[in-house]
C-alpha cells in the first residue's frame, strides 16, 4: 500500500474550532484552557490548515503543556477554612453565628451560617459590591491622573474579560477582577481607560499603556499566568 505523504495526514492534535474570517493570514492560538483554536482566512484549503498545524506541532504541544501546567480554578465547596481571594491577599472562609446574615472581611471571610444555602450568590453578590468600591475608586484615581473619564462604570458578571469598554465611552469590569492584587486591578483599569481613546491594540495603544504604567507587561504576564485562579 502506498503510503500517505505527510501533508495529508490528519494532525494527531485535536482543533477545538477554527475561526473565518476576511483575515489574510493563518493563526494558531493555544487557548488557556490547553485546547487549539485556528483563525485562517474564508478561502484557504483545510489540507493547508492541516500541513500548518503538524508544521507547527513541537511549539503547539509545548504551548499546551504551558497552560496545563498553569494555577487551576480552585474547587469550590465552601466548606470551612476554604481560600477566598482578594486584592491578592488569601482569606480563609470562617462562617459565623450572626443572626443578620451578613459577610465581613476582617482577616478571615466571615460569613454569617445563614448565608450557607445560597453561599454562592451571597458570596458573588459581596464580591460585586466590594469591586464597586475599589474599581470605582481607582478608576477615578486614575481619570485624574491621566485625564481620560469613562461616561459610565458597571460592574459585571463577565468570565473571560475582566475588562471592556461600550461604544458609548463607558468602562465594564467584572467582579472577578477584585480577587487580583490591586497592581493588576490598575493595569486592568489603565488599559480600559486607554481605550477610551484608542479602540484597538495597536502599538499606538500599547504605547500609551507603557507611557502610563512602564511595568505593564509583568502585569500582564501575571494576569495571563494566574487568571484561571481567579475563575471562581
Ligand atoms: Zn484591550
Not at 23 to 50: G, M, N, S
Not at 165 to 191: E, M
Not at 201 to 219: C, G, I, N
Amino acid at each position: 500500500m502506498p503510503t500517505i505523504p505527510a501533508v495529508m495526514q490528519t494532525p494527531e492534535i485535536p482543533v477545538e474550532k477554527i475561526v473565518r474570517s476576511r483575515r489574510k493570514t493563518i493563526a494558531l492560538e493555544v487557548t488557556p484552557q490547553a485546547t487549539l483554536v485556528v483563525r485562517a482566512p474564508h478561502r484557504v484549503p483545510q489540507a493547508y490548515i492541516d500541513r500548518m498545524i503538524l508544521e507547527k506541532s513541537t511549539w503547539i504541544k509545548k504551548k499546551m503543556a504551558e497552560m496545563r501546567a498553569r494555577p487551576q480554578a480552585p474547587v469550590r465547596l465552601y466548606e470551612e477554612g476554604e481560600v477566598f481571594w482578594f486584592l491578592g491577599r488569601a482569606y480563609p472562609l470562617h462562617y459565623t453565628d450572626d443572626p443578620v446574615g451578613a459577610i465581613v472581611r476582617t482577616d478571615r471571610l466571615e460569613v454569617s451560617r445563614t448565608l450557607r444555602p445560597d453561599i454562592r450568590n451571597a458570596l458573588q453578590r459581596w464580591y460585586v459590591e466590594e469591586a464597586k468600591k475599589e474599581i470605582a475608586a481607582r478608576c477615578m484615581y486614575f481619570s485624574m491622573m491621566t485625564g481620560y473619564s469613562p461616561t459610565s462604570l458597571r460592574i459585571t458578571n463577565a468570565k473571560g474579560r475582566w475588562g471592556s469598554c461600550t461604544y458609548k465611552g463607558g468602562l465594564n469590569f467584572s467582579w472577578r477582577l477584585v480577587q487580583a492584587p490591586l497592581s493588576i486591578v490598575d493595569y486592568v483599569i489603565v488599559h480600559e481607560l486607554v481605550h477610551l481613546r484608542q479602540h484597538d491594540h495597536s502599538k499606538k495603544f500599547w504605547a500609551k499603556v507603557e507611557a502610563l504604567m512602564p511595568d505593564y507587561q509583568r502585569r500582564r504576564e501575571w494576569l495571563r499566568e494566574n487568571e484561571r485562579l481567579l475563575r471562581i
